[in-house]
DNA sequence: GGTCATCAAGTGATCTAGTCACTTGATGTG
DNA sequence: CACATCAAGTGACTAGATCACTTGATGACC
């Protein structure tokens, strides 16, 4: 229930103990994505540092997406507070690594979509149902972005940890992945695929919805494979 | 292989800039974890701004463990340079969520041990074995931590990001983790149910490997379970 | 009355210029 | 040779500014 944030020593420094503290508070006042926090200059004269300090601890939040800058107008709850797994922001990769990553989703996903279609319940459904749209209209590019078929997939199979796991996957990559996704994938294909793994979750058929998850994920690993081959 | 990193706007801010402009001058002259940085005075000197900015930059990559700050002494190349999915430091949690992580591990851990089966080659299964023999001998405090085994096991199914997430799922909760291990869990029965996995691993049984890591896994679940109903 | 330019207050972004605390390797003494 | 000492380098933090951007209120204009 409580946080066990105690990490001894006590030779954290100041501003790591305030990122805690705000994260804290964010939960504490339960705060969701998109609530504004307090100004820097306000967080600094809370917690008695000087705005620099403050500053350090919010972008450390920041790296985490816990919270969001927008300059001139305000601090803002991020959607990281929930998620506890997360793509690191900071690493390079090659073409090599979008297929490594097609090739762990085909090893987890099929199980995950086996257990959705043994736990789902109706708003689950109803959820995965909603995305199933995405795949047929392009996302724009200033639109939110929407909720992807996959993670719902994960959200389906009750268990969120696996939800935000399959999240941050996604997210590993992810400029490459659109980017496949937009000029050499064939989105009927995808969409047709997706409304067979939907019927497959909703009628609770584990194992055709496992087998189904992976061969629509072959399917994916074949256009990366042909991309890397025409790219040399 | 070069990075994409361009995310157009320009309204990026300067030290999230330099943030990246660092972790690419950590990739691109082959740093590695442990390795020393220029002093934060040097680096706003190098980049042309402030300390504080340059402070920004790197409490950013702290929080992802791609560098490390000692107090003193210097800044550091971390572990997080190669980790391509981390655990949230930021979020809170209860008891519930030890039993969904283990659940999580359920879900996903039996097809990385099958995988580990079909792909290992000798070298990562030598790691493997040498693993084996953490379970008998806790982790004392002030040394590094070792490689986890069911990370050696993820590493053996070939697929580095598998690794990633596998390692970064164990970094959720960890400290619940330990602390349930130290006091509840029987080492004995966590080490003979290691060497039985890794035997499956080492004859290339798949199925074998699967199964085992599976009743492991629900064996640690019951502990939780108990667990859970004893603190009422 | 409604639309739209203007503006001021609030906020983030960055700078400047320091002081204090800690680590570490060199120095020198016993 | 072992050990205390010390100075230089480094991170941690302070203090007080200035600039850039957003946003809601104001007020003029149609």
Redesign the pocket.
Known sequence: MTTTTSHSTA????????ADAIADMIRTEGLAPGD?????????AE??????????A??RL?AVEVIQ???????YVGGGVRRRLLANPHTGGDLASVLELVDARLLIEPGIAAAAAANRNDEQLAALEATTQNALVPQRGNERPREHFHVALAAASGNALVCDTLAALLDVRSRDQVEIRRRYHDRERDHEEHIEIFRAVSEQDAAAAAELTRTHLAAIRDTVITLGEELG
Chains 1, 2 share one sequence.
């Open positions: 030779s954290r420094s100041l501003s790591e103990r305030i504004p926090l307090h100004s820097a200059r306000s967080l600094a917690f008695e540092v000087t705005v620099p300090t403050v500053r350090e919010l972008r920041e800058f927008r300059h001139g107008s305000g601090t």
